[in-house]
């Protein structure tokens, strides 16, 4: 799904607003029909880009490629007008990450490990893409409903390192 949107805000042709659409990239809007609310869903913005002429020059309007979130209500209807809105501060999202023993990181057929408070401890690396740093915790194999809080290392906002005192199973889950 996409749409296509002016750079310029109506009657406004100095000010390009091409520098704020580009931040919106990877983020979750709230689409809205705005002559019909009840109209309306999330989407994740996928990319922004600028519409050609027939001759290979750049227009004033720019394609929006979205991907639909599965919460809304209605469709989107052409030659309509729509606001959107950054939809959401990360709070809202989580994932987990069921792991085993074979999870762990290795690198020459060794098990990695890091020392942390002066031991050598293994990990998982735990690929979350929550583009925050979330709330780590474990619930390992054999403690069911036993949630523990394990040292971690944020690698990115979207990788973060999980430290075990041996290899395990379980589930890991980011919030």
Avoid: C
């Avoid at 990877?26 to 009840?38: A, C, E, F, P, R």
């Avoid at 002429?53 to 209500?73: F, M, R, W």
């Avoid at 098990?111 to 925050?132: Q, R």
């Amino acid at each position: 799904t996409s749409i296509k949107v002016s750079k310029y805000t109506k009657g406004d042709v100095t000010n390009s607003k091409e520098n704020i659409l580009l931040n919106f990239v990877g983020k979750d809007i709230l689409l809205v029909d705005t002559s019909n609310q009840n109209n309306h869903a999330i989407y994740n913005i996928d990319s922004i880009a600028v519409v050609n002429d027939g001759d290979g020059n750049a227009t004033d309007n720019y394609t929006i490629s979205l991907i639909y979130q599965n919460k809304g209500n209605g469709s989107l209807v052409a030659d309509k007008h729509y606001a959107f809105v950054v939809f959401g501060g990360g709070a809202d999202k989580n994932t987990e990450l069921t792991f085993t023993s074979s999870s762990f990181a290795t690198g020459n057929g060794s098990l990695l490990t890091d020392t942390i408070s002066g031991s050598a401890m293994p990990y998982v690396i735990f690929n979350h893409n929550l583009n925050k740093k979330p709330s780590i915790s474990v619930e390992q194999e054999g403690s069911p409903g036993q949630v523990a809080m394990m040292p971690v290392k944020y690698i990115n906002n979207n990788t973060v390192r999980v430290y075990f005192t041996g290899t395990t199973s379980g589930v890991i889950y980011a919030n």
